[in-house]
């Protein structure tokens, strides 16, 4: 998530991967709920870019932070232009930090 660029949302799926763990992504989820508050975890959804139906404060929080950092959602609560704002680098970048 620190690696995450601005105006970008990665998935669950994504995430778990990068991980190593691909199918994984129900424990990102966790993760994401109790993880470091200073991670933007507001820019990580599901497979199709909704947003999350767990997040702390709820959908409408998560899009107003999305809308905050310039990503917009529709109105069934996902992500417009997902295709061109899901960020899903290569795993082996060595210049990728997890964490």
Request: proline letters at 7%; glycine letters at 14%.
């Amino acid at each position: 998530m620190v690696e995450l660029p601005a105006g970008k949302v990665t998935t669950y799926g994504d995430l778990a991967a990068l991980a190593g763990s691909p199918r994984a992504a129900r424990v990102v989820g966790g993760i994401a709920h109790t993880g470091p508050t200073e991670l933007p975890w507001h820019r990580l959804v599901n497979a199709q870019g909704g947003l999350a139906i767990g997040f702390p404060g709820g959908q409408e929080v998560q899009r107003q932070l999305l809308e905050q950092d310039g990503i917009e959602c529709d109105e069934e609560w996902h992500v417009k232009d997902f295709g061109e704002r899901r960020w899903r680098p290569e795993w082996n970048d060595p210049n990728l930090r997890l964490l």
